[in-house]
């Protein structure tokens, strides 16, 4: 499981090394091989191991691609993945195009999301982190929501 969010620096080759604490997971369960694609919906991309990305890519196939919407999730989080592989120190080499893509430049954030990362430019995560606070404070279903999740 991923949990937490990292501080991280993109280098000069424009490499990112994994956190420690979850490579021996990533190399045991996923052969070292990760997917990272882009995120349809927020200028962010989407990390996965490889054993995790095998699941989630046929759920997204069994979807009815007759469906627009559908078609065009499929294309833009299939057409975009990279495969990848941790170097011997951990590290992952990002794709010019998808760097581009959620703007990455020196300092990043990778956030844990369970069975995938999200892989944020810092600027932008600071931004939308304290919309979606506020969102929150001001949305009444939010608290609800929150107070069935913590019974």
Same mark, same amino acid.
């Given at each position: 499981?991923?949990?937490?969010?990292?501080?991280?620096?993109?280098?000069?080759?424009?490499?990112?090394?994994?956190?420690?604490?979850?490579?021996?997971?990533?190399?045991?369960?996923?052969?070292?091989?990760?997917?990272?694609?882009?995120?349809?919906?927020?200028?962010? &991309? *989407? /990390?996965?191991?490889?054993?995790?990305?095998?699941?989630?890519? =046929?759920?997204?196939?069994? +979807? !009815?691609?007759?469906? #627009?919407?559908?078609?065009?999730?499929?294309? &833009? *989080? /299939?057409?975009?993945?990279?495969?990848?592989?941790?170097?011997? =120190?951990?590290?992952?080499? +990002? !794709?010019?195009?998808? #760097?581009?893509?959620?703007?990455?430049?020196?300092?990043?954030?990778?956030?844990?999301?369970?069975?995938?990362?999200?892989?944020?430019?810092?600027?932008?995560?600071?931004?939308?982190?304290?919309?979606?606070?506020?969102?929150?404070?001001?949305?009444?279903?939010?608290?609800?929501?929150?107070?069935?999740?913590?019974?």
């Amino acid at each position: 499981m991923f949990r937490g969010i990292s501080h991280i620096a993109i280098d000069n080759k424009g490499r990112i090394a994994i956190p420690a604490k979850y490579r021996e997971m990533i190399a045991e369960q996923a052969n070292s091989q990760m997917v990272l694609t882009v995120d349809h919906t927020d200028d962010c &991309l *989407l /990390l996965y191991p490889m054993n995790q990305w095998v699941k989630f890519e =046929q759920t997204l196939m069994a +979807l !009815p691609n007759m469906n #627009r919407r559908v078609r065009n999730m499929q294309r &833009l *989080l /299939l057409g975009h993945a990279a495969e990848l592989e941790l170097d011997t =120190q951990g590290r992952l080499l +990002l !794709p010019t195009p998808l #760097r581009d893509y959620a703007h990455l430049d020196k300092r990043a954030v990778l956030v844990g999301q369970a069975n995938k990362f999200e892989l944020w430019d810092e600027e932008r995560w600071f931004s939308a982190r304290e919309t979606w606070l506020q969102e929150a404070q001001d949305d009444e279903d939010a608290h609800d929501l929150l107070n069935q999740v913590s019974m």
